[in-house]
């Protein structure tokens, strides 16, 4: 079952280390990278639904945070 996402970075350089693996990992599982983000640096990504490979993949990734509903 897939789970809504939301992923954010612990910073700049964080994000432009990770973003091309991030959207990497979004378009194999999902068929797209694109989603709403924030305009800040680093963005915000809201809204994947993604698998649960794919969650263990985004998580093991240096400085990239990601929350699911469980996390609230």
């Known amino acids: 079952m897939p789970t809504r996402i939301v992923i ?17 990992i979004l378009e194999k ?3 797209t990278s694109e989603y709403p983000a924030t305009k800040s640096l680093p963005p915000f990504i809201v809204g994947p639904e993604v698998s649960d490979s794919a969650l263990e993949e985004l998580k093991a990734l240096d400085g990239v945070i990601v929350r699911t509903p469980d996390d609230d």
């Open 8 to 24: 954010s970075f612990q910073g700049p350089e964080e994000w432009e280390d990770n973003r091309e693996k991030v959207d990497a």
């Open 29 to 31: 599982d999902t068929g």
